[in-house]
């Protein structure tokens, strides 16, 4: 997946099932960097606002390797 040029990510929140979705790294890396937290994420074909939780990177590189949300 991160060798296509996608994150792994999670969405939890909201009573709902914890749901796996994927993004493309380079797109989330400029509005990360733009300080963005906050991002509408397609489910389903439904919109579905977001808050990013939490992340993790690789220690050296700083790559991203996850990222999870929390619905609002």
Known sequence: LRAAGFLPITVYGKG???VSLQVNTH???LLFAKGYR???L????QPI???LQQFQREAKSQKFLSLEFIRQ
């Open 49 to 51: 606002k977001t808050k």
């Open 16 to 18: 709902a099932e914890p």
């Open 27 to 29: 797109d989330f890396e």
């Open 42 to 45: 397609q489910l389903n074909g």
């Open 38 to 40: 906050e991002f509408e």
